[in-house]
């Protein structure tokens, strides 16, 4: 157990629909980042926040954005959900801002379908 | 186009044996991180390794960085059911973004 929390754990809807995913840190941590992992595109870095301040942007489409809260929990909502969206989701939290400077830990993931 | 490219994509062997997991790339990194990952799980750090020709070693895991700090590879000694999983190789340039490799599914049969 990483000490990170997400829910749902599975998630199915429709195309054109939206939704939302959250995510709990670890005890202490700061930084949260998603990653969005399909089977043709691996694992990849969608953006970071860092004590409520968003800190780095990846491949991250304009229909989803994400925020931190003041309790230092994170919320990703997908809009307009397309069928290339299905994939797994993950969040993981450090203490720090740096990506790689800080160990990330990964919470379990919550595996988005779109029908 | 994978910042890091990883090989093989599949490897199965039998217990016992030991593997080779290699991470390439064209750009240079100030570190490069292991992970593996297990099905219906997230990944969990193995390693980071930050300078040219640093080895590590892990138990049965030995991680080595290349000198010119754009490879490393993964060597499993006397592979066990235990090891098999997702294993990803993991960099950043700048310690901006995490960038990560498509991944070697590794499978090791009893």
């Known amino acids: 157990d990483s000490g990170v929390t997400q829910t749902p754990k599975h998630l199915i809807t429709a195309t054109g629909q939206r939704v939302t995913l959250r995510c709990s840190p670890r005890s202490g941590d700061l930084s949260v980042y998603w990653y969005q992992q399909s089977l043709d595109q691996g694992l990849q870095f969608l953006i970071q926040y860092y004590n409520g301040e968003e800190r780095a942007k990846g491949n991250i489409l304009e229909r989803f954005s994400a925020q931190q809260f003041p309790d230092l929990h994170s919320e990703l909502n997908l809009s307009s959900l397309e069928l290339g969206d299905s994939a797994l989701y993950f969040c993981?939290?450090?203490?720090?801002?740096?990506?790689?400077?800080?160990?990330?830990?990964f919470g379990p993931g919550t595996r988005l379908t779109v029908t | 186009t994978q910042l890091l490219e990883q090989s093989p994509q599949f490897l199965s062997i039998q217990e016992g044996e030991n593997l080779t997991v290699y991470c390439n790339s064209s750009s240079v990194f100030s570190s490069l991180q292991w992970y593996r990952q297990e099905p219906g799980e997230g990944p969990v750090l193995l390693v980071t390794?930050?300078?040219?020709?640093e080895v590590k070693k892990l138990k049965r895991l030995t991680f080595q960085f290349g000198d010119a700090r754009k490879d490393s590879s993964l060597h499993i000694t006397a592979a066990q059911p235990g090891d098999t999983g997702l294993y990803l190789c993991a960099g950043s340039p700048n310690d901006y973004k995490l960038s990560f490799g498509a991944g070697t599914t590794v499978t090791v049969r009893a």
């Open positions: 993981a939290s450090s203490v720090g801002q740096g990506a790689i400077v800080y160990e990330q830990y």
């Open positions: 390794v930050v300078t040219g020709g």
